[in-house]
């Protein structure tokens, strides 16, 4: 039995100019987080709160958007404030 594909989502060879768009961001968060840890040791920073650690929450809360924004793509029931905040950083 064939398994049916939403509407919505599109094959992974219809897409491929975005899936290179996605690995380059992902490619320049890395280096930009390697970056930070230079500077971090530059700068002789060893605090819990250094240039690194706040650009990996910036990347982690990135991602979370993301995964966010495709579960409510996919159709899936989404609680309101999730929504609301979403519709907010949109902006």
Request: net charge positive; glycine share 4%; charged share 25%.
């Given at each position: ?7 919505k ?18 490619v ?9 840890h230079?500077?971090d ?7 819990s709160?250094?240039f ?6 910036f ?12 579960y ?15 519709t907010?950083?949109?902006?």
């Amino acid at each position: 039995m064939k398994a049916e594909r939403s509407p919505k989502m599109l094959p992974r060879d219809e897409t491929p100019t975005k899936d290179s768009g996605v690995i380059f961001k992902k490619v320049l968060m890395f280096s930009l987080i390697a970056l930070l840890h230079q500077a971090d040791k530059m700068l002789s920073i060893d605090a819990s709160l250094s240039f690194m650690t706040e650009g990996i929450f910036f990347y982690i809360f990135n991602e979370l958007l993301s995964i966010i924004k495709n579960y409510g793509r996919l159709g899936l029931s989404l609680h309101e404030q999730l929504k609301t905040i979403v519709t907010a950083l949109k902006d």
